[in-house]
């Protein structure tokens, strides 16, 4: 894990972006998302740029370089965009919740499951 100290993203994005992560092992859902987020960021001219500053960012960290390495860290872009689209793009939400509600409900039921595990036993949950 590659944590940032210097970032300045909002905590809704960081939770997006982590969420994604988790969808990684869905399969078809994860495809998906995948598929549409990277459009969608090529559509408003951002995708390309995003791309080369993750991997001017990953540069020197172990395991990010090659083949294998440029995977990774296109999977770190898909995560960094839907964390932040997910909770500020009203049209990236509804183009997700038209061409892909099945991946917009898995993305919900992770955030009501984060909610909960957070929540767990505190007044907030009662």
Request: hydrophobic residues 35%; contains cysteine; charged residues 30%.
């Amino acid at each position: 894990m590659t944590v940032n100290i210097n970032s300045a993203k909002a905590l809704n994005s960081v939770v997006g972006h982590e969420i994604t992560h988790v969808l990684e092992g869905t399969g078809e859902f994860y495809t998906a998302l995948e598929s549409m987020v990277t459009e969608y960021a090529k559509s408003k001219g951002e995708y390309n740029a995003r791309l080369t500053e993750l991997r001017s960012l990953y540069a020197d960290v172990d395991g990010y370089k090659g083949a294998d390495g440029h995977e990774k860290i296109k999977k770190e872009l898909v995560a960094d965009l839907v964390g932040d689209y997910i909770f500020t793009d009203s049209e990236f939400i509804n183009r997700l919740s038209v061409e892909n509600r099945n991946v917009l409900e898995k993305i919900y039921d992770e955030l009501k499951y984060l909610c909960r595990v957070a929540t767990a036993g505190s007044k907030e949950l009662r």
